[in-house]
């Protein structure tokens, strides 16, 4: 007797299991010789070595299916039980379905919808640092975090540590009611809100719990080595030279990072420098590391909020230089 456990948290447990559990009953009956239970994204099987291992072969198919593609008819579920392995093969190297990301809260499809958001996501499969600098509004902190959640639940990395710098707090956070952590946590909050898309509330709190998911500000970072980690510097804009150099030598070898930021919100003090431009520019022929520009085409927020942009951008060609121009 064998018994093996397959975790289906890469793909849509609706997509999988089917609705009323319509595919997993078409599995079992594919294979009335084992047991074969589910519990959340888990699915346990056991039985004969021979016939587990024949089940885990048709099962990887459809995980496989699932992740390309993020959709599987139930006529199709029953083709991949059967033995048309050439139209397996044929279907399950189709690419139409490479623009999903991740599987968050109750089967939401997370997919890169712009053009400029799948380069990020293209980049980050060659890359180890990525700068994703664009407007309020483009998605560049939300793919980012969809792209670090994948990489835990793929297992390539062991933790996310998610990190941006309290600015507005400065000299004044002791002013601030609550603990440490509750006068920190409204600057974190667009992290925040971005995890509780992706990952049930129950597993998320043991992730954060035992900090395989960790949201501290950039402060927190002096002095580590950040490895085996996918590592998101949010809001760089607001990180002086000094700061972003810091982050970026925190870097393990065994990590990836991406750093997003918006140059036209700066809310540094006017005597302090921003230091996303600078690193940008004197990183930007290290093979290794990108730069990927969003604009107001990939704004997914209100439709309007893609012409008070445009408005903005306008506005500040023909007007006096904006304040990230006089500091560059």
């Known amino acids: 007797m064998t018994e093996h456990i397959i975790n289906l948290e890469t793909v849509n447990p609706i997509e999988f299991f089917g609705v009323n559990n319509n595919k997993f009953d078409i599995l079992k009956k594919k294979f009335p010789l084992l047991k074969i239970l589910s ?20 099962i990887s198919l459809i995980v496989q299916y699932l992740e390309r593609n993020g959709h599987l008819s139930e006529n199709y579920f029953s083709k991949i039980l059967g033995d048309d392995d050439g139209l397996i093969d044929e279907k399950i190297t189709d690419e139409s379905g490479n623009d999903i990301i991740v599987f968050g809260q109750n089967g939401k499809i997370i997919k890169a919808k712009t053009r400029n958001q799948k380069l990020l996501v293209a980049a980050s499969e060659k890359n180890d640092i990525i700068f994703a600098v664009g407007p309020a509004g483009t998605g560049k902190t939300y793919t980012a975090v969809a792209l670090a959640v994948r990489a835990l639940k793929n297992k390539s990395v062991k933790k996310i540590i998610l990190t941006r710098p309290a600015v507005e707090a400065g000299e004044s956070l002791g002013f601030l009611p609550g603990d440490l952590k509750e006068k920190i946590d409204p600057y974190l909050r667009p992290l925040y809100d971005a995890l509780d898309d992706m990952i049930p509330a129950d597993k998320l709190n043991y992730y954060m719990t035992n900090r395989i998911i960790e949201v501290a500000p950039l402060a927190y970072m002096r002095g580590r080595t950040l490895d085996n980690a996918y590592i998101i510097l949010d809001e760089a804009q607001n990180t002086t030279e000094l700061q972003i150099k810091m982050f970026l030598t925190r870097i393990g070898p065994s990590a990836k990072a991406i750093i997003t930021g918006d140059m036209t919100q700066i809310d540094l003090p006017k005597n302090q420098q921003s230091g996303l431009g600078k690193a940008i520019h004197i990183l930007q022929n290290i093979n290794g590391i990108v730069h990927i520009e969003l604009d107001g085409e990939d704004v997914v927020r209100h439709r309007l909020v893609k012409e008070i942009i445009k408005a903005y951008e306008k506005s500040n060609n023909t007007d006096k ?6 500091r560059n």
Do not use: F, H, N, Q
Request: charged residues 45%; hydrophobic residues 25%; neutral net charge.
């Open 39 to 58: 519990r959340g994204s888990l699915v346990k099987i056991s039985g004969k070595p021979e016939e587990v291992e024949a089940a885990k072969e048709k």
């Open 321 to 326: 230089p904006s304040r990230d121009e006089t």
